[in-house]
C-alpha cells in the first residue's frame, strides 16, 4: 500500500471520527437544552387552581389586578426589561387577539415603573401600555417563575388553565389552544350537569 493511500484512508477515518464526536456533543447539547426547558414548563402557578393574587402597577402608578385585565383568556407573559424576545411575544398575542374572541394580554415585569429608552425592550408609548410592574423578586416569590418570557393564561373565573415557555410562535398557539379547550371541557361539563344534551354528541 502506498503512502498517499494510506494517508487517505487515515484522513478520512479521522473525518469520521470527528465526526461522530460533533453529533455526540450534540446530542448531549440537545438532551440538556430540552432538559432544562422540560423543568422550566413545569414553572409558574398549578394548573386547574386559582391565580396567586396579582397586585401590580401600571406605568401611570395605579394599582393593576386580575379584574383589570378583562377576557376570557387572559395571558399573562412574564418577562424581562432587557428581553429581547418579550416583545415580539407581545406583538403575537396581540395579532392573535384579532382573530380569537376574549384574548388579552399583558407582560409583567420586576423593576420600577419608570421606563428607561436605553437598551429596554419597553420603551415606546405603545409598549409600555401594555406592561405592568412587579416588585423585585415577586415573580418567583409569588408565581414561582424563573425565565422569561413565561406565560400563564388564566381563564375568566381566575383559573390557570395552561402555562408555558412563549419563545416561539408554535408556544403561543399552544397554549391559546389548551386555554380554548378547557373552556370547551368546562362548557361540557355544566352542560352535562344541567342535563342538557353535549355539544358535539348526537341526541338520543
Known sequence: MSFFTLSYILLWVLIAF??????????????LYLGRREAFERDGPDEGKPLPDLRAVGRDDSARTLVDLPGEYRALVFGAKNCTLCGPVMEKFAR????????AAVMLVEGPTKISANGNAFATEANASQVWWLGEGEMF???????????VMVDAEGTVVAKGLV???GDIKRLIRAAQDSRRRRAS?????????VAGKARR
Do not use: C, I, M, Y
Request: glycine share 12%.
Open 167 to 169: 419563545n416561539h410562535h
Open 141 to 151: 416569590k409569588n408565581f414561582g417563575v424563573r425565565v422569561s418570557p413565561f406565560a
Open 189 to 197: 361539563t355544566r352542560q352535562a350537569g344541567k342535563g342538557l344534551p
Open 18 to 31: 470527528e465526526s461522530l464526536v460533533l453529533v455526540l456533543v450534540l446530542r448531549e447539547l440537545g438532551v
Open 96 to 103: 392573535w387577539s384579532s382573530r380569537v374572541d376574549g384574548l
